[in-house]
């Protein structure tokens, strides 16, 4: 049962371009949502997240939108540069009562190129 | 300010054997959460620790155990490794009350033959 799910195993942008990379989930009982990078031997990187009390969260070039009706959420790169290329995975958690935050649900991964 | 640390880096074990990993969280930080990553997937919930008890658990039999110490550092150990436990090993640190961004070490690329 994949409760988080990114339908696109790869994603070939040029710099200088918006990268959008999607990513859909089933389970409502998730609260939180993040994005992570990751290069080749090394472990995720964070890039951004959002409360689903929001419905966008901007930081640099990086946004990521949330439709909580359509449980979609997006992340935008915009301009896209060659050092974006990377495996970009999204997250969703759920609180497991407070503050307190438990385990990250992972879709698959999308692969972005960004051709220079 | 250093990150999340883990050692070691590659391991070789035989089907059969038992492996210890470890993890010291980013500063600061006091929950510790283990992932399990096969290649061209997501990082799987392995199991979260917090105040040296394990809090949450994902679906992993038994042969997957885990520590926290008082210095909030960690092990995973996984007992009669099978070749399905080939993977990398992630650990990730957070603050228990600062919202739900986990903060990944590197991770241990574990082969078992």
């Known amino acids: 049962d994949q409760q988080v799910k990114q339908n696109s195993p790869s994603l070939s942008v040029q710099e200088g371009r918006i990268s959008i990379l999607n990513c859909d989930y089933t389970?409502?009982?998730?609260?939180?949502f993040l994005w992570y990078k990751k290069y080749p031997a090394e472990g995720p990187t964070f890039l951004i997240s959002?409360?689903?009390?929001?419905d966008k969260n901007e930081d640099g070039r990086f946004t990521v939108f949330l439709n909580k009706s359509a449980k979609h959420l997006s992340l935008h790169i915009v301009p896209s540069q060659p050092g974006d290329s990377a495996v970009y995975f999204c997250?969703?958690?759920?609180?497991?009562?407070?503050?307190?935050?438990?385990?990250?649900?992972f879709g698959q991964g999308t692969i972005l190129t960004v051709h220079p | 300010d250093a990150g999340v640390t883990q050692s070691p880096t590659h391991l070789i074990k035989t089907r059969g054997q038992q492996v210890t990993l470890r993890c010291s969280p980013k500063?600061?930080?006091?929950?510790v959460s283990w992932y399990q990553q096969a290649l061209g997937q997501g990082p799987q919930f392995i199991f979260q620790?917090?105040?040296?008890?394990?809090?949450q658990r994902g679906n992993f039999p038994d042969r997957f155990s885990g520590h926290q110490f008082p210095n909030y550092s960690s092990e995973l150990n996984v007992n009669a490794l099978l070749l399905g436990d080939s993977a990398l090993y992630l650990c990730?640190?957070?603050?228990?009350?600062?919202?739900?961004?986990?903060?990944f070490g590197p991770g241990t690329r574990l082969t078992v033959t």
């Open positions: 500063s600061g930080h006091d929950t």
């Open positions: 389970n409502s009982m998730f609260d939180y």
């Open positions: 990730a640190s957070s603050f228990s009350n600062r919202g739900g961004e986990q903060y």
């Open positions: 997250a969703a958690t759920e609180n497991a009562g407070g503050t307190s935050y438990g385990k990250l649900t």
């Open positions: 959002i409360s689903s009390i929001k």
């Open positions: 620790y917090y105040e040296e008890e394990e809090r």
